[in-house]
């Protein structure tokens, strides 16, 4: 009898000792708001900035004439571990040698398969694509996490060999 009261009131005193445990830890982030890492997502959409080395998706760098230094040399297709990455290139006549080259035709990817492991990055000789910070890529249709990475209509950037 005398154990289970014992019992008892040591269950309350580690109860309360937890409480206040907790309490101590709200109340230190109460009186230092600078100190709060938690995001008010979705709320802060706006102003949201991920970090500099979040892995968001793959994307191909266009300048502002819509020009990019993909060559079509397939060196990120084949460094993907699982496919996500296809090159459809073409040849196209080279005006500086009059000879033909390779060039892009279609950067496919398919941001369901990546595991952003940034190989394909790595990989690349011209440093054509990059990782983005967008973190937003949930879609009612999942054809649409199939992305043509080269704009309509760009082409390679002066200068740029394979
Ligand atoms: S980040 Fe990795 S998985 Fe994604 S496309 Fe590049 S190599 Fe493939
Ligand atoms: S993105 Fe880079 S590695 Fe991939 S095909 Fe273009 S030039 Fe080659």
Redesign the pocket.
């Known amino acids: 009898m005398l154990k289970s009261i014992k019992n008892y009131f040591s269950e309350i005193f580690r109860g309360v000792k937890s409480l206040l445990t907790g309490m101590k830890v709200t109340g230190h982030y109460f009186t230092h708001p600078s100190e709060i890492v938690t995001q008010q997502y979705p709320e802060n959409r706006d102003t949201l900035q991920m970090f500099d080395r979040f ?1 968001g998706e ?1 994307f191909l760098i266009h300048d502002e004439n819509n020009e990019h230094a993909c060559t079509g040399c397939s060196a ?1 297709e084949l ?4 496919g ?2 296809e090159i459809i290139s073409d040849k196209a006549i080279d005006p500086e040698t009059g000879k033909p080259k390779k060039i892009i035709d279609t950067f496919v ?1 398919h941001l369901s ?9 790595i ?1 690349c000789p011209t440093d054509a694509i990059k ?1 983005s910070k967008t973190y937003e890529h949930a879609v009612y249709d999942r054809t649409k996490l199939t992305k043509i990475l080269n704009k309509p209509g760009s082409k390679i950037m002066k200068g740029i060999k394979e």
């Open positions: 892995r793959v990120c460094a993907c571990p699982n996500t990455i990817y398969m990546c595991t952003f492991c940034n190989l394909c990055i990989a990782m």
